[in-house]
Nanobody
């Protein structure tokens, strides 16, 4: 499986961005798709996940009520809609295929995209 994340960029605080994660292969609908982010000098942080069945859960502490994950199985693509962006949301954002285990652990994911940079200016 190959993942291609896109949609990052520079945005002012309070603005919105939608990230996309396009996956190769014919079994996209069977994957749980997670999103993580990594700021300079920090560990990779769980943002949220959408399961095969469309269930979503988020890192409530950091993105509660501001980020929404969705998927379009017909397009083999997952999305991360981000609104009310803050400077602390600045990071490289990664999508990944969930394998097993805790949604919040990077060890639970087996395929990763290359990441897309999101920069939020104050």
């Amino acid at each position: 499986v190959q993942l291609q994340a896109s949609g990052g960029g520079l945005v002012q605080a309070g603005g919105s961005l939608r990230l996309s994660c396009a996956a190769s292969g014919r079994t996209f609908s069977s994957y749980g798709m997670g999103w993580f982010r990594q700021a300079p000098g920090k560990e990779r942080e769980f943002v949220g996940i959408i399961t095969q069945g469309g269930y979503t859960t988020y890192n409530a502490d950091s993105v509660k009520g501001r980020f929404t994950i969705s998927r379009d199985n017909g397009k083999n693509t997952a999305y991360l809609q981000m609104s009310s962006l803050k400077p602390e949301d600045t990071a490289v954002y990664f999508c990944a295929v969930h394998s097993s285990g805790s949604f919040a652990s990077t060890l639970s994911y087996k395929y990763w995209g290359q990441g897309t940079q999101v920069t939020v200016s104050s």
